[in-house]
Structures are given as structure tokens and as C-alpha cells.
């Protein structure tokens, strides 16, 4: 078959493609960054979409030319940035929908979420459920998967989350920690969206997906641990109230278009168990899910996972330590130290009448460059911009004022690890 996959480069379009693929079909990855998919998907065909303008079926059908299916993995969180819920799950998918019909797609199959209902306390939920109801009501063949907690060597979103909680050394706490689960490995996810294209497969049916094993988050987290090859930790448990600063600084950085796993919505999200029925695989497509201990055991955890978990711990950390240091290096300046400021300046040999402008744009430089990075706003490019500007912080001194490589307190040797920090975070600092 000739598949499109929309969000086929995200957490689970990705693997889908690559399952597709290597079931021997011909994959079409569709998404909002082609260019960035192309390096990193080289061998699939990609082609640009985006539910957030493509509300009308004339966009999707040059897109569907000799489709003969089309898997839908699009889902945003929470609408913040240029996500949006309602295009994400409901306008933008009667549009592909309708094109659908329109271009002869023999099957569509959507994937949903367990949970999604219209009365829900979530705008994710209920555009999820109102998504569902045009899939069911539309002419097409369809295929409706609504997955459990999702687990996989590769992370994102939620799962992302667990495999930081599991990297922390000691002592590891949570929220929610009782929150029962029925999480399905990644494998069986596209297994069955594999086993769905085959012709004999039913259709007209919505499936939940989930895992055998029922798991609350503590003992899910420390089987990922275990795993990873961590060892025991002390678990301890959160009130939500002391932690909600956090999911609210994530809902601010959501609204600026920094996606985030820590927002409000997964707080609300989290207080409810999510199961999920395995039978109903077994009674549609004779499959039955496996244990994701079982899975784990069988995909050994490499070093490079658990540095990968490491640093999803400490990555933040060292981002807004960096982010601070550059706004302070830029606030003290401008407000505590002007004169001393401009004593530098006159040392250096600059003339007088160039002191109040290299003062106040080199501190504004410093705390834009540092709020930036902060709220997540293209942090490697940001990263780059402090190591240059660094190094030509440097280079001046080094011309000019010499001396201060000898100073006491370590003035210029001390930018070094930062400018380490700071290519580490570039180089780290991943979306997907």
C-alpha cells in the first residue's frame, strides 16, 4: 500500500513509518517541518501539512494523489504557541476527512486517546472525542485507536517525564504516583496499526490499546529505572499543590510556544487512572499486547539510553542556570554597577561619549539572550549567540585589558564553563 501519515514524525507517527516500511509499503510522512523531517527521516517522501491552516480539502487532495490509506497520529497537548486543539483535532480533520473521500482513500485510521469524552475537564479530551465522532460519521473505511500510556526506547511528552523521574539519583518524587496505568509498548502500538492495512482486517471499528499488566506510575517508573540499570531509589510522594507553580510556569511557556510536558492539562490528565481494555485487540484482530516488562527485558538498555535519561533530569537545570546567569550578568550592570561600569569602559580606552551606549545595549544583550533561553525560545541558536558573543567578550579583554586574565576572582577564566554549558545545552537540547 501507499500510506500518508500525518504527524509522521512525532512520538508515534515515526515508528509507525518505520514499521510501514519495513512491512514493505510505500510511506508518505506528512508534518509541519519537512525540511527538518528530511534530515532526519532521509529514506521516506515527505510532504508539508498543517492542520492549523489546511482547513480546506483542496489543500489535501494534490497531497492524497494515489493514497490508498492514510494513519492520522496528529494530537497537540494543550493549545498554547501555534498548537491548537480545536485545528489539531477537530477543523483540520474534517478537512483531510473530507479530501479523503473525495481521493478514494480505501482506509483511515485515527488515532484517539483513552479518556476522550465530550463532558471531559480537558480541552484535549473533548476535542479528541469530537475528532472520534467525525471519523465514525465520515464515508470512509476507518479505524479508531485510542492507546494507554505509551512506552518505548524513545520518549517523548509523558514518557519523556518517566524516564527523567527514572534518571534521578537517590531519591526520586512524584506526583500522582498512585495513578493506575495499562501502559503498551510501542511495539505492539504499530504491530496492530500494521496488522489494520491488511485487507481481511475489519473496519468500522474503535479499539482501545493497552498493555496487559495494570501499573501504577511509582512502579512504572521504577521498572524503567530498573530497566535503565539505576538500581532501588527512595520514592517519595508530592502534594499537587506544592508542585502546581510548575504546570503553571509550563501553561506560561505553552501560551509562548514552548512545548512542554509539565502544563496543567497532564496535571488534570494524571489524577485519573488510565486502563484501557487488551481484549478488545484479541477480539478484532486475534492480537494480543504484551507486557512492557516483558519488552523492556527483551530491548537491553544502552549507555547511550541512560545518558539520555540523565540528562533529561538535569538538561532543564542547567538551562535556567545558564539562562540566570546571563540575565544577572546583564541586570547588575545596568542597575547595581553602572558606575563601576563605566570605569571599565574608560580603562579599556573607549571614549566617553561611547560608554552609555556599549553599557546599556551590552546588559540589554545579556538579559534578552538570557530570557530567551529561559522560556525555551530557539535555544541552540540562542546557545551560539552566547558563545560568540562570549568569545568576543574575550577577545576585547584580552586586547584591551589584559590584566584581568591574572584578576583574583577569576574574571575571565570563569566564562569557560559557561561557554561549555552552553554548547552542551545547544547540543542536547532536542524537541523530539
Known amino acids: 500500500m501507499r500510506v500518508l501519515i500525518t ?26 517541518k519537512v525540511k527538518w523531517a528530511r534530515k532526519r527521516y532521509p529514506n521516506i517522501s515527505w510532504v508539508h501539512c498543517d492542520f492549523n491552516t489546511d482547513h480546506d480539502q483542496k489543500h489535501w487532495l494534490p497531497k492524497l494523489e494515489k493514497i490508498d490509506a492514510v494513519i492520522n497520529c496528529v494530537g497537540v497537548l494543550q493549545d498554547g504557541g501555534s498548537d491548537s486543539t480545536q485545528n489539531a483535532h477537530v477543523t483540520g480533520l474534517q478537512a483531510l476527512l473530507t479530501a479523503c473521500e473525495q481521493a478514494g482513500v480505501t482506509k483511515f485510521i485515527h488515532f484517539s486517546a483513552i479518556g476522550a469524552d465530550p463532558a471531559a475537564n480537558t480541552a484535549y479530551a473533548r476535542t479528541k472525542a469530537a475528532g472520534a465522532k467525525l471519523v465514525k ?65 475489519p473496519v468500522n471499528i474503535q479499539m482501545e490499546v493497552a498493555g496487559p499488566d495494570r501499573m501504577n506510575l511509582k512502579q512504572i517508573v521504577l521498572l524503567v529505572r530498573n530497566w535503565l540499570g539505576f538500581g532501588s531509589a527512595k520514592f517519595v510522594d508530592i502534594p499537587y499543590w506544592l508542585v502546581a507553580p510548575v504546570f503553571w510556569g509550563g501553561d506560561l ?5 514552548v512545548r512542554n510536558s509539565l502544563r496543567s492539562t497532564a496535571a488534570k490528565q494524571m489524577r485519573f487512572d488510565v486502563g484501557g481494555d487488551p481484549e478488545q485487540a484479541v477480539k478484532n484482530l486475534g492480537y494480543q499486547t ?24 538535569f538538561l532543564p537545570v542547567s538551562r535556567i542556570v545558564l539562562a540566570l546567569y546571563w540575565i544577572l550578568s546583564g541586570l547588575i550592570p545596568l542597575f547595581i554597577s553602572k ?45 551560539m549567540a552566547m558563545i560568540l558573543m562570549t568569545v ?14 591574572i584578576d583574583p576572582l577569576a574574571t575571565v577564566l570563569k566564562v569557560f564553563p559557561m561557554m561549555a554549558l552552553a554548547f552542551l545545552v545547544a547540543v542536547m537540547s532536542d524537541d523530539r
Open 7 to 32: 504527524g509522521g514524525y512525532g512520538f508515534i507517527g515515526n515508528v509507525v513509518c518505520a514499521r510501514l516500511l519495513r512491512d514493505g509499503h510505500e510511506v508518505v510522512g506528512a508534518g509541519r
Open 137 to 201: 460519521q465520515s464515508k470512509l473505511k476507518w479505524c479508531i485507536l485510542e492507546p494507554s500510556l505509551v512506552l518505548d526506547r524513545n520518549v517523548y511528552g509523558g514518557s519523556a517525564v518517566i524516564r527523567a523521574l527514572a534518571g534521578l539519583p537517590l531519591v526520586v518524587p512524584l506526583v500522582f504516583g498512585n495513578t493506575n496505568f495499562q501502559p503498551v509498548h510501542m511495539r505492539d502500538v504499530t504491530k496492530i496499526v500494521s496488522n489494520l492495512l491488511e485487507i481481511s482486517a
Open 339 to 383: 558606575q563601576w561600569s563605566h570605569k571599565i569602559l574608560e580603562q579599556a580606552g573607549f571614549p566617553e561619549t561611547w560608554h552609555w551606549t556599549i553599557w546599556l545595549f551590552g546588559g540589554l544583550a545579556d538579559v534578552i539572550l538570557g530570557v530567551a533561553l529561559l522560556i525555551g525560545f530557539r535555544v541552540r541558536l540562542v546557545c
Open 392 to 405: 568576543g567578550y574575550i577577545g576585547a579583554i584580552s586586547f584591551l585589558l589584559p590584566y584581568l586574565w
Open 253 to 257: 511557556l505553552g501560551k509562548l510556544g
Open 290 to 313: 504484551r507486557s512492557v516488562e516483558y519488552l523492556f527485558a527483551h530491548q537491553p538498555a544502552s549507555s547511550a539510553d541512560r545518558l539520555a535519561s540523565r540528562l533529561k533530569s
